[in-house]
T-cell receptor, first 112, second 110 residues
Framework: EPEVTQTPSHQVTQMGQEVILRCVPI?????FYWYRQILGQKVEFLVS????????KSEIFDDQFSVERPDGSNFTLKIRSTKLEDSAMYFC??????????FGPGTRLLVL | KNEVEQSPQNLTAQEGEFITINCSYS?????LHWLQQHPGGGIVSLFM???GKKKHGRLIATINIQEKHSSLHITASHPRDSAVYIC????????????FGTGTRLQVTL
């Protein structure tokens, strides 16, 4: 069964460094999403992406964040100049249309 | 913004019990999502529903749009059902900007 994959599974970085989190959505899906979950807290929506552009974003998704679909398969989340409070689990998801979203296993980011 | 409240926060049940988890939201929506988060952190979509009832195996989800309320039922619960169950709804006027509940942590014991 097709699934969403994410790399790396864990990433440790120093405050101020840039990180790129990678996702490979399900191949015939058209809508892509990033979420984050700070330890012990709710899942939070970051951004949705369709037709090579951001369709919706949350207040959290400020200029520090960017998303890109650099080729036909990858969907990336870049965090410039990471802060301690960016430490969280980051989930990618994809859907074919506006229905069920399929989640990746997540990337656990730790900023020191 | 759509506020999402789930109850109970924690639930312990014995194997075989019928389980109900509730979700209430504050603003009218087009559809509601139920998700399952495993102890390791992975998230699985269980249902997306906009009216009535959906069933998948031992899981049943219902929604009452007028009352802004949804329930997730698990029949004949099993220890492998132990997980956090989360409901999520889109913010008013959006389709994908989901607001998530805090989740219900379910523990099913033998």
């Amino acid at each position: 069964e097709p699934e969403v994959t994410q790399t790396p599974s864990h990433q440790v970085t120093q405050m101020g460094q840039e990180v790129i989190l990678r996702c490979v959505p399900i191949s015939n899906h058209l809508y892509f999403y990033w979420y984050r979950q700070i330890l012990g807290q709710k899942v939070e929506f970051l951004v949705s992406f369709y037709n090579n552009e951001i369709s919706e974003k949350s207040e959290i998704f400020d200029d520090q964040f960017s998303v890109e679909r650099p080729d036909g398969s990858n969907f990336t989340l870049k965090i410039r100049s990471t802060k301690l409070e960016d430490s969280a689990m980051y989930f990618c998801a994809s859907s074919r249309g506006g229905e069920t979203q399929y989640f990746g296993p997540g990337t656990r980011l730790l900023v020191l | 913004k759509n506020e999402v409240e789930q109850s109970p926060q924690n639930l312990t049940a014995q194997e075989g019990e019928f389980i109900t988890i509730n979700c209430s939201y504050s603003v009218g929506i087009s559809a509601l999502h139920w998700l399952q988060q495993h102890p390791g952190g992975g998230i699985v979509s269980l249902f997306m529903l906009s009216s009535g009832k959906k069933k998948h195996g031992r899981l049943i989800a219902t929604i009452n749009i007028q009352e802004k309320h949804s329930s997730l039922h698990i029949t004949a619960s099993h220890p492998r059902d132990s997980a956090v169950y989360i409901c999520a709804v889109p913010r008013a006027g959006t389709a994908s900007k989901l607001t998530f509940g805090t989740g219900t942590r379910l523990q099913v014991t033998l």
